[in-house]
């Protein structure tokens, strides 16, 4: 019996902009079922990890494996949810039509309807107001519905935990407890000060040099 | 997944037109400044204006459309959506070419509609209208595509008024000789059909090409 | 590996290529000073006046081969910019930036010379001419470049950027070209050309000649010793660029980034 491989499995990464280094090299996988945690002070590197990962940025050297394969675009597309620090969303739009363009744009998870997304998070009842009118929080909220929606098995999460309150933290890691048990992995980063998903996690430390 | 996608964006967009009606007459409204101008600095007299009207209207409406370049990726990239745009399934090269055909029927077709009208304040010869209408059905998707490389390699730049003019110009220098000669040769009386089929053969190419190169240049921007 | 290849390799590593044109250039800048005399020199004095356009015609020694050069360097610049795309050679990106300056200094020469040229025919500095009239348009395609890589940030993204404005550049140049011999014709009939129509005597060739050599070793020693420059202001905190400002021969070794540690713990 052979194990399955990894969801993502990176050897040898490195990345350097403007001939300064900003990590590197770095080994790592993701399971199935498992979580990622990149811990790191601001600076770091850890959204620019996330980024090339995410097929954003190309790195200097090492390479990518999705599902035991190169990573492809085509692949990543397939295989990767994304989370970064900027909402996608449009000012003028609704809550339902902001979901519905991005839905139409990645594609849809079968069984999962917009609607019943924005119950999930919290914004049930706000299908029809305009992004503009939702607070930090709430806009946060409505990205995280995109990303329940997503039928990739793999999210990448930066900073998921930023503009929340309590409740707002608490909704990610059962979000991601929730996508876990179903088999999907994640990679989050965080500063540290917040808890971790309780589940199944490792931590990816970055640090500057002294 | 194509189909979905453009669908997708080509609702989006018009979701957006409408919610901000206004701005599409911008563009329409700078060509009606620039002919306001260009009558006035000319003296306003029928035959010094008729002369120039084709060229002028041609020039009026590039330079609109050099202007609306600014919206034609600004907001994506500002709020993340181009990133997504990134990271879709569907190749980055076909969402630029819904996007630039939405943003070109939202600020080039009101040109069109708005050019008899203006036209008629140069005191435009009756008989040029219909090739002028045709070199600019068929120019302003060029430009609007041509444009669209530009604007990509300068996505995310603040300022970029000037450099995005510097950079775009050269490129549309022959869109310019072909659309303004093909009404230059109507003047004369003689056949258009050879201006207007290299336009049609430049949109053409421009169609197939113009995508990919601004494809590669958002990456390249957002890199 | 056959040597060729080991070269280029070589060459792609910034001590080894700043050895390199730190030689070569000051090579190419004196050849280019000599032959440069002697085509001068044979245009002034050794050819013989021409017989419609008298001694006015003497300018086309620098006008012609400026010419071919400004549009040479940027064929040059595109092919450079499309290998640094493809393949994302670091020194392709210098090479390719580096060119655009000189490039459109020759550009600049042949549009001067080129109406100083013509002023004795037209009548004006300036007539719009189909071939100069793409030269200006080459110019202004140019300082485009010239722009855009001084407008971002990234030295690499803004050489990537750059680059392929020069590859699209480069692709609708010819179609530049025709547009305007296009316009020219339709608005203003046959122009009187420049050269006036006819053949070049053989007597007249030498020195003509003589310069296209010797401004593309000029070009030569101004494309290395920019990239030189380039190459050192990019490698600026690494430790060969250090000893080397300090005077001690460079050995090329990298500095350590000693930067992540992966910890794995259970939660």
Redesign the interface.
């Known amino acids: 019996m052979s194990t399955p491989p990894p969801l993502l499995a990176a050897r040898g990464l490195r990345f350097a ?12 996988a993701v399971d199935a079922g498992e979580a990622l945690l990149v811990q790191g002070d601001n600076g770091a ?1 850890k959204t620019t990890l996330l980024r090339v990962l ?5 790195a200097d050297a090492g390479e990518i494996d999705i599902d035991g394969r190169p990573a492809a675009p ?1 692949l ?3 295989a ?3 989370l ?10 609704t809550a339902s ?1 902001n979901l ?8 849809r998870r079968r069984g999962q309807l917009p609607d019943s997304a924005l119950a999930i998070v919290g914004l049930a009842g706000y299908q029809d107001t305009p992004a503009r009118q939702l607070s930090a929080g709430q806009k946060k909220r409505l990205s995280l519905a995109r990303l329940w929606l997503a039928p990739t098995p793999l999210w990448l999460l930066d900073e998921p935990y930023a503009n929340l309150d309590l409740e707002g933290i608490n909704l990610v890691n059962r979000m991601v407890q929730a996508h876990l048990r179903e088999g999907g992995a994640a990679l989050l980063t965080t500063h540290g000060a917040y808890a ?1 998903p ?12 002294a | ?1 194509m189909r ?2 453009a ?3 080509v ?2 967009d018009i ?2 037109l409408w ?2 009606r206004g701005d599409a007459l911008q563009p329409a409204l700078f060509a009606l400044l620039v002919v306001v101008l260009f009558a006035l600095a000319l003296g306003g007299e029928a035959r010094a204006l008729e002369r120039v009207a084709a060229p002028v209207l041609w020039v009026a409406v590039l330079l609109a459309g050099l202007l609306a370049l600014d919206t034609l990726f600004r ?1 994506d990239a ?4 181009l ?8 190749p980055l090269s076909w ?1 630029v070419l819904v996007r630039t055909f939405m943003h070109w029927a939202t600020t080039a077709l009101p040109l069109l509609v708005a050019t008899p009208l203006l036209g008629e304040l140069l005191h435009l010869p009756r008989a040029q209208l219909p090739v002028l209408l045709a070199s600019l059905a068929l120019g302003t998707p060029l430009l609007s595509l041509l444009g669209a490389v530009v604007a990509a390699l300068t996505v995310g730049m603040r300022r970029s008024g000037i450099l995005v003019a510097l950079l775009a110009l050269p490129l549309y220098v022959p869109v310019l000789v072909f659309g303004a000669g093909a009404v230059a040769l109507a003047a004369q009386g003689q056949d258009a059909l050879a201006p207007l089929l290299y336009l049609g053969a430049g949109l053409v190419l421009a169609l197939v090409l113009a995508p990919l190169a601004a494809a590669a240049a958002i990456r390249i921007a ?2 | 590996m056959h040597p060729l290849v080991r070269w280029f390799h070589q060459l792609g590593s910034p001590p080894y290529f700043d050895r390199f044109a730190a030689r070569w250039a000051p090579v190419s800048y004196v050849l280019a000073l000599v032959v440069m005399a002697y085509g001068l020199w044979a245009a002034l004095f050794q050819v013989p006046a021409d017989y419609q356009q008298g001694d006015s015609f003497r300018i086309l020694y620098i006008h012609v081969p400026s010419a071919w050069m400004s549009l040479f360097v940027f064929g040059l610049m595109a092919f450079y910019a499309a290998i640094a795309l493809i393949w ?1 050679i670091k020194l392709c990106e210098i090479l390719a930036m580096a060119c655009a300056a000189p490039g459109a200094a020759f550009t600049l020469i042949t549009l001067a010379t080129g109406s100083i040229w013509g002023k004795p025919m037209w009548g004006t500095w300036w007539d719009w001419d189909p071939r100069l009239t793409t030269e200006l348009i080459l110019l202004f395609l140019y300082f485009g470049v010239i722009g855009l890589y001084n407008a971002i940030e ?3 993204a803004a050489a990537r950027a750059a680059g392929l404005l020069a590859i699209v550049g480069v692709a609708l140049l010819p179609v530049i070209r025709y547009s305007v011999v296009w316009w020219n014709s339709l608005h203003q009939g046959q122009t009187i050309s420049l050269m006036g129509g006819s053949k070049m005597d053989d007597s007249m060739l030498p020195p003509l000649f003589a310069m296209i050599v010797a401004t593309k070793l000029w070009f030569i020693g101004s494309l290395l010793a920019r990239a030189r420059a380039d190459n050192l202001r ?5 430790d060969w660029v250090l000893r080397l400002s300090q005077g001690t021969p460079s050995q090329g070794r990298q500095s350590k ?11």
């Open positions: 902009r403007n001939e300064q280094p900003v990590f590197g090299p770095l080994a790592f590197g995410a097929g954003l940025l190309r085509s990543r597309a397939r990767i949810a994304y970064g620090h900027l909402p996608a969303l449009k000012a003028d739009l039509e519905a363009f991005l839905c139409g744009l990645h594609g971790a309780p589940v199944r996690t490792r931590m990816l430390t970055l640090e500057r040099p | 997944m979905q996608a669908m997708a964006l609702v989006r979701r957006l919610r901000r907001g500002e709020d993340g959506s990133e997504q745009w990134m990271l879709a399934p569907v969402l957002l890199s | 994302r990234d030295r690499r990019r490698e600026a905190g690494k980034d000693t930067l992540t540690q992966v910890k794995d713990r259970a939660p």
